[in-house]
């Protein structure tokens, strides 16, 4: 064993105490007071409104433990308009990992939000941002997401909806990239969450996407819906759908299918608010299938049933005319008729239309009626072809087609037959006259 100088010894110590014990604690005070920065809030709301691609605001941020960041009073606003499109009192990000399907290790941010709050105009950059994320187009993901909030609150101009147990995954699977959504809608008695689910398959050439809508067993308004699909505003403010629809998307355009039921539904509406007729009532459809194709109506079953109500004695008329019902006794010259009871089950698709009655307490058959009686009843020769329900609620012209502005939505949305040729139009040949010259001066 050698024997160290004195002065040896002590450059020693001097050197483990400053790397065992300054240098650490240095490096924690300097660590400590980076995360407690007054600016830290802005460097991080910079740094998510970059990767959002929106005005982000945060009131604190704390590190509560290693590998999670909490966010406190959170808003996001539009960077054009500078309006506010979500705010949250906490949102709160863990990271961690997790095997993934095919046993390989991926990185998890879970995602953990208190009382938050959505504008419904938020929803279409939201849907940019996410069909960039699942298609590639922002680079691959390489990070699985879930979200969860207790609560969280949709809101539209003056109106609100409270959504509970709202729980989300966007994650990598081996065929391409999904994202789903649970929820129940607040107050409502659903015996499963509603779903969302949106996927994209990369194991077709071009990929494609697709994504399904389950409601749980309970109803949701079609208010709500309608920020998604315009079509269903018209049904109604207190229209509630109750069912599901999957779409997959095709070289020609989406094409899936919808069955359900739509509760409290406006008849009026699909009516008045397309054509120049007027029908009141409220009641309810039941979709047993709705099958459609790059944006038109290709097969659909559904019953319908509304009352009391008021009817333009002028659809009366036109709906025997063009489509074939039948009328009970003479209509008189008032505007409109009162009806107690509209029943009634149709077929639609590329045959043609069929209608059967379907009033409770009346003969078989009966389509429309009052306490007097009956006042209209289901064809008596069918199908109808397709184009004679758009002629029905087309206003008169002189036109064979009605290809006009009011029967432009309704076109675009019914099937349509392959053109076939008459029989007597196969036989006939073309035939020409030629006359001579001298035939013209006579």
């Given at each position: ?104 290790w991926r990185d998890t941010r879970t995602v953990t939000l208190l009382q938050p709050e959505l504008q419904a105009s ?63 809608l607040a107050g409502a008695k659903s015996p499963e969450p509603s779903r969302i689910r949106i996927v994209r398959n ?166 429309l009626c009052n306490h007097q009686g009956k006042l209209l009843s289901e064809p008596v020769r069918q199908p109808s ?58």
């Amino acid at each position: 064993m050698f024997r160290l100088r004195d002065a040896t010894r002590r450059r020693i110590g001097v050197a483990g105490f400053f790397v065992l014990g300054a240098a650490p604690a240095l490096v924690i005070g300097v660590w400590c007071a980076a995360r407690h920065a007054p600016n830290q809030a802005q460097t991080a709301a910079t740094e998510l409104g970059r990767r959002l691609g929106l005005n982000v605001t945060v009131g604190d941020l704390q590190y509560p433990r290693p590998g999670v960041v909490r966010y406190h009073r959170v808003e996001a606003a539009d960077p054009e308009t500078g309006r506010s499109l979500f705010r949250c009192r906490r949102l709160e990000i863990a990271e961690g990992r997790r095997r993934d399907a095919r046993g390989q290790w991926r990185d998890t941010r879970t995602v953990t939000l208190l009382q938050p709050e959505l504008q419904a105009s938020a929803l279409e950059p939201i849907g940019r941002r996410l069909r960039s994320a699942m298609d590639g187009s922002t680079g691959s993901l390489d990070v699985d997401v879930r979200w969860s909030a207790a609560e969280l609150t949709l809101r539209a101009d003056s109106e609100s909806q409270t959504f509970c147990d709202v729980a989300g995954t966007l994650e990598t699977l081996p065929g391409g990239v999904q994202m789903q959504m649970d929820f129940h809608l607040a107050g409502a008695k659903s015996p499963e969450p509603s779903r969302i689910r949106i996927v994209r398959n990369r194991q077709v050439s071009p990929p494609a996407s697709g994504f399904e809508l389950y409601t749980g067993g309970g109803p949701l308004p079609c208010s709500v819906l309608g920020l998604a699909l315009a079509e269903l505003k018209t049904l109604g403010p207190r229209c509630q759908f109750s069912g599901g629809v999957w779409a997959n998307e095709m070289a020609g355009g989406w094409q899936g299918e919808v069955t359900g039921r739509l509760l409290d539904l406006d008849v009026g509406r699909l009516v008045s608010d397309y054509f120049p007729y007027r029908l009141t009532g409220v009641g309810e459809a039941a979709i047993q299938t709705a099958r459609f194709r790059g944006g038109r109506l290709e097969a659909g079953r559904i019953t319908v049933s509304a009352g009391p109500g008021a009817i333009d004695r002028s659809l009366i008329r036109a709906v025997v005319d063009r489509l074939g019902l039948v009328s009970e006794g003479t209509l008189s010259e008032q505007t409109q008729a009162s009806y107690q009871q509209l029943a009634f089950s149709a077929t639609l698709d590329a045959q043609g239309l069929r209608i059967s009655g379907r009033c409770a307490g009346a003969e078989p058959g009966v389509v429309l009626c009052n306490h007097q009686g009956k006042l209209l009843s289901e064809p008596v020769r069918q199908p109808s072809p397709t184009a004679a329900l758009a002629r029905a609620l087309a206003p008169q012209n002189v036109v064979q087609v009605p290809v006009v502005r009011q029967t432009d939505w309704l076109l675009r949305h019914l099937p349509v037959p392959d053109a076939t040729t008459p029989p007597e139009a196969e036989s006939a040949e073309p035939r020409a006259q030629v006359r001579r010259s001298d035939e013209w001066r006579r």
